[in-house]
């Protein structure tokens, strides 16, 4: 093994808030890798949605000169990583690029749960973690109390840590010699071969597919002709460059190195992060050690709201999957809904980006279904299957049991709420595995709970039984046996495909009955009575029935008025043809995002 | 180029009241009578360019030619009523032929709260710039407080045939409730009047549906009018409408309108009354004994053309539809300017004109004959060029489709009611629209059921492309 002492790569891991961009921005300016007049606030945040919402969900690498105090230039990698518990994955696939990682904790706030999360994180992909606390400069700031929560509950020695601003700057001078001084250099087993990791990719409309790419071994250059030793796929390469922080084309790649490649590929979604490039002429023996492959884990049903819209959805799709290879899709249909795609999400808050993004970038006006995670079909006849749609779910006698996935959650609350925090857990068919203090006014709890429980409602809940204060990140934990049937939402004697969910047996009749309930409230009153049913197995457990309209309001209707009346009327048109026909039944878009609301 | 249809009905506004009722929404001032002698002024000036328009058109309509040789004003195709409301008064050449309506209506506001040398002065304005020897029906709104024998012999000696009297309660409290500004005494005594000046033509307003009004209480109002004999009577249910005070009390959750069951009690009961005593409700809100419907009305509602006068007046003709601003200020500027008032213009497609035919058709107990609508739709269609707001019909339905729907197929000459888009449409809807029990068949005609009644804006939303 050969060490590259004048390299750096590194990641910077924080809760949301905590300032981790601002921080990164800090660090492209002292070190002249953009200047200040060119300074955007948080210039690594690209797409639009990520500034207006804060949060990070591409990572985008940039590599830094920094000359050190001893006078030697050294190169710093920075992959700059979202902080939601959504994207996990993306966190983790820049540390399999990195050797070290600043977990940043805000001097005010302390430690939080993605802060617990994300530190967990680097420590199982072999980061040395120096912590930073940040935001000194804020009069509520106790960098003692943080220090000492940093060392409690993450086990991390913390009494040195470096102490900075990144709003000001203050300390984040310091920080460059103690990146340099404490994060350790990458190796390279310098074997002859060539090995690079390839930790992302994104499709750019001019010019193909970019793979990010980080080399472990060897060099990469323009004219190489690459093999990606998982997928099997080959390639010559057009371009090697890198990130300062905008993409520039350099002659070569070189070992320990953080850049980009352009080769020959079509489309993102063919490559796969954790994937290894190496030369077709002279292979490598063997792979580098993959990263966990990303699955979606959640999955729910979208769907144009104006049937002819498909083709348009479909190509909205694909330009998004360019850009976001954890997004799946394929095409599916339902009986409510006509034609549409089963899309997989890494979470809720991925789901709604990417509803959104077809909203904003699209121009495209979409429902999606009850959200669903993968469940896993133990037949009677030995089988198993994975199911992401109740409607796969088999015919009941034909099933020995279901198993669903788990979480481990970390919560992090203020000591009075811990009560309520533990009800709702429970409530949540959630089991605590431990309660830690982490100073005088706050707790972690650790607990395990179905991901199921999570997918519609669980943070507002939280939010709102500790008033905003309380935080939480997940881990998946595998799956367990569990006592799970298929509701279906019947409307007017049919069943809605696009309303039906596996749910917990105990769980079903107050959830059938709060769905009902919904529906009812947001279904205007048809020409003929509606009975809304919640039903398992074709047992209705839970019933509610929208009135038969009788009347419309008669104003009066002299002949002048006839453009005005015409005027309401075709309001009242347009209302309805932004309805969801079902059936007989005309079902607004709400009603889809009603079904999703539970009272606890 | 198809000739446009004649102007059937005259219709002259007076927005002038002596106080806002509660539940009123319509262009109507008060405090502003110090106006009136300017406003027929102007009201004279827009009757006199519009009937010179109109009688242009009629003469040069079919013919470009003719128009070239005229010379006269610039030349326009006859369909370009649109843009008329950018016109100066003078434009259009001298009548020759002038309008000839077959129905004329002064309303408002409250015209007769003119003084009487006022009011003969707006009686004696359509005569000079309108052909009346058509005329069947002159109708005048009044309101009680307001009607006296002096008026009466004003409007009945200027040829007015027809008095709509604004009773809307024959109750004391609930007139005062709904910001009348006159009793139950008066509205009898006006009716006494009306009848003693020999209008054998009238009708009777009542507002139903008033929270608070017991059931018993309705049935005596309804019951009392009805004794008073008019011929025809106007039923409507209280309606918040945007803009007046009343919705602004609901919007602040300082009044409320009666409830589904309790409107459908109260308008059913009025039904019941009046088909008792020989009142046949020939639409959504209205009843005359047979002969006495109101033909201006009934031809509004037909899709027939008609021109509105006056401030915040609405027309239709030419395929178009306009309303002029609801500005009492602009309106008499515009007059003095010697321009036009200022106006909203909305051009008619074919499709919608037809579906106004429907839908407005279909509110009456003669109900609509699709099939001819349709044919109409297409002749016009058939005389526009492609592109401009037609659209190529589709002939898409099969002749199994066709017969599977049986009754609601229905055979023309020339082929069926499915042989457009919109004929698709309406065929499948009216299909369901019977099963759901809310519309009849009548040979080719389609006419509202009494539950159809009821939910009238809902079937016209439902037939509606
Ligand atoms: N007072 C103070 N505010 C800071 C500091 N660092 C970041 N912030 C603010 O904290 C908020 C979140 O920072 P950001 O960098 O977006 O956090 P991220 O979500 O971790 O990327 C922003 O409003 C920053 O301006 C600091 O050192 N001091
Ligand atoms: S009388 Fe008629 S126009 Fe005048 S305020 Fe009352 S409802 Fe309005
Ligand atoms: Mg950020």
């Known amino acids: 093994m050969r060490t590259l002492p004048n390299i750096r790569n590194f990641c910077i891991i924080a809760h949301i808030d905590h300032g981790k961009s601002t921080l990164a921005d800090r660090l492209l300016m002292l070190t002249h890798t953009i200047e200040e007049r060119n300074f955007q606030n948080q210039v690594l945040d690209s797409m639009d949605l990520e500034r207006e919402r804060g949060i990070t969900i591409k990572s985008h690498p940039v590599t830094m000169k920094y000359v050190a105090r001893d006078g030697v230039e050294y190169e710093l990698n920075l992959l700059d990583t979202p902080g939601h518990v959504d994207f996990t994955y993306e966190v983790s696939r820049s540390m399999v690029a990195c050797e070290g990682a600043l977990l940043v904790v805000d001097a005010g706030q302390g430690v939080e749960a993605q802060t617990v999360a994300n530190a967990y994180l680097a420590v199982e992909n072999n980061l040395e973690i120096v912590p930073v606390i940040n935001k000194i400069d804020l009069p509520s700031a106790n960098p003692e109390v943080v220090a000492r929560q940093i060392e409690e509950i993450l086990s991390i020695p913390a009494a040195d840590a470096p102490r900075i601003s990144a709003k000001s700057g ?3 001078a310091d920080l460059l010699e103690t990146i340099v001084q404490r994060l350790p250099p990458p190796k390279t087993r310098d074997d002859g071969f060539v090995r690079a990791l390839v930790f992302d990719s994104v499709y750019d409309a001019f010019r193909g597919v970019v793979v990010y790419v980080r080399v472990m071994d060897g060099e990469l250059k323009a004219g190489d002709r690459v093999d990606l030793m998982n997928s099997g796929l080959s390639s010559d390469v057009k371009e090697v460059g890198r990130f300062h922080p905008g993409m520039e084309p350099v002659p070569v790649l070189k070992t320990g190195q953080v850049g980009y490649l352009i080769g020959t590929l079509k489309s993102a979604g063919d490559i796969k992060s954790g994937d290894t490039i190496t030369l077709t002429q002279h292979p490598a023996p063997e792979a580098l050690p993959g990263m966990r492959e990303i699955h979606p884990m959640v999955f729910s049903g979208v769907y144009p709201v104006n049937t002819s819209d498909y083709e348009k959805l479909k190509a909205g799709m694909d330009r998004l999957r360019l850009n976001d290879s954890a997004f799946t899709y394929q095409p599916e249909s339902s009986v409510a809904l006509g034609f549409g795609f089963r899309c997989g999400f890494l979470g809720l808050l991925h789901l709604e980006i990417v509803q959104e993004r077809l909203r904003r970038e699209f121009d495209l006006d979409v429902i999606s279904t009850y959200p669903s995670v993968v469940y896993r079909v133990f037949l009677k006849d030995g089988t198993m299957e994975e199911i992401d749609n109740p409607i796969r779910l088999q015919d009941p006698s034909r099933i020995d049991h279901l198993e669903e996935p788990m979480i481990r959650a970390y919560i992090i609350c203020q000591n009075e709420n811990i009560g309520d925090v533990m009800k709702l857990v429970m409530d949540r068919r959630g089991v605590m595995d431990k ?20 997918l519609i409602d669980f943070h ?6 500790s008033r905003g204060y309380a935080s939480m990140d997940y881990e998946h934990t595998g799956y367990v046996k569990s006592d799970l049937v298929k509701m279906d939402i019947m409307l007017n004697g049919e069943v809605v495909d696009a309303f039906s969910c596996i749910i917990h047996k105990d769980k079903a009749v107050y959830r059938g009955r709060q769905m009902c309930e919904a529906l009812k409230d947001v279904i205007p009153p048809h020409m003929f ?24 309001v008669t104003a009066k209707c002299y002949g002048g008025d006839i453009s005005r009346k015409r005027k ?15 059936g007989s039944v005309r079902v607004p878009q709400e009603a889809f995002i009603s079904v999703l609301k539970t009272t606890g | 180029m198809r000739a446009s249809s004649p102007i059937e009905g005259v219709y002259l506004h007076v927005p002038f009241c002596d106080g806002k009722c509660g539940y009123c929404a319509f262009y109507s001032l008060s405090g502003r009578t110090g106006d009136i002698d300017d406003y027929l002024d102007a009201l004279e000036l827009e009757l006199e360019a519009e009937s010179r328009l109109h009688c242009y058109r009629r003469r040069t309509a079919g013919s470009k030619s003719a128009l070239a040789r005229l010379g006269a004003g610039r030349p326009r195709p006859v369909d370009a009523v649109g843009d008329c409301g950018t016109s100066s008064m003078q434009a259009a050449v001298s009548p020759q032929v002038p309008l000839a309506p077959r129905t004329l209506y002064m309303g408002g506001g409250t015209p007769t709260i003119l003084t009487v040398r006022q009011l003969a002065r707006l009686c004696a304005i359509p005569a000079r710039h309108l052909d009346l020897r058509r005329l069947k029906e002159w109708t005048v709104e009044a309101n009680p407080g307001t009607l006296d024998a002096e008026r009466l012999a004003v409007l009945k000696a200027a040829g007015v045939n027809r008095i709509s009297l604004g009773v809307q309660s024959l109750d004391d409290a609930v007139l005062a409730r709904l910001g009348r500004r006159h009793t139950a005494a008066q509205a009898r005594e006006a009716c006494a009047l009306i009848r003693a000046a ?15 009004v017991m059931a018993r209480q309705w049935a005596e109002t309804v019951r009392a009018a009805v004794a008073l004999g008019p011929p025809h009577m106007s039923v409507y249910a209280l309606t918040s409408e945007e803009g007046s005070r009343l919705a602004g009390q609901i919007a602040a959750g300082d009044a409320a309108l009666l409830d589904e069951e309790g409107q459908l009690a109260c308008l059913h009961t009025a039904e019941q009354l009046l088909r008792a005593s020989g009142l046949r409700r020939y639409e959504i809100s209205n009843y005359a004994r047979p002969g006495f419907e109101c033909r201006h009305n009934v031809s509004c509602w037909r899709g027939e053309s008609y021109l509105g006068v006056g401030c915040a007046a609405a027309s239709h003709a030419n395929h178009s539809r306009w309303t002029n601003a609801p500005d009492l200020d602009a309106y008499l500027q515009a007059a003095r300017a010697g321009s036009m008032p200022p106006r909203e213009v909305e051009r008619l497609t074919p499709e ?3 579906v106004e035919r429907l839908i407005f058709g279909l509110r009456m107990a003669e109900g609509v004959e699709p099939a001819g609508i349709l044919a109409a739709l297409d002749a016009r269609n058939a005389s526009l060029p492609i592109g401009v707001g037609r659209r190529r019909p589709r002939r898409a339905v099969t002749g199994t489709q066709q017969a599977r729907r049986g009754e609601d197929a229905v055979a023309l000459p020339g082929g069926s009611m499915e042989q457009s888009a919109l004929g698709t449409h309406w065929a499948t809807t009216f299909a369901r629209l019977r099963r759901e029990g809310l519309v009849r068949t009548l040979g080719g005609r389609r006419v509202l059921t009494a539950r159809g009644r009821d939910l009238a804006d809902t079937v016209a939303v439902e037939l509606m492309p």
Request: net charge positive; hydrophobic share 40%.
């Open chain 1, 170 to 172: 203050l300390g984040v």
């Open chain 1, 435 to 454: 309660t830690e203090t982490l100073d005088g006014q706050r707790v972690m709890l650790t607990c395990t709970m179905p991901l199921n429980e999570i």
């Open chain 1, 460 to 465: 507002d809940y939280l939010k709102s039984v």
């Open chain 1, 529 to 552: 009575a509606i009975p809304i049913q919640a039903a398992i197995n074709k047992t209705v457990i839970a019933r509610e029935t929208i009135r038969a309209m009788r009347k419309d």
């Open chain 1, 568 to 582: 309401l009327l075709e309001r009242q048109k347009e209302g309805k043809k932004r309805m969801k026909e079902i």
């Open chain 2, 198 to 212: 020999g209008f054998r033509n009238w009708s009777l307003d009542l507002i139903g549906c008033v929270p608070g």
């Open chain 2, 352 to 354: 919608t004109e037809a």
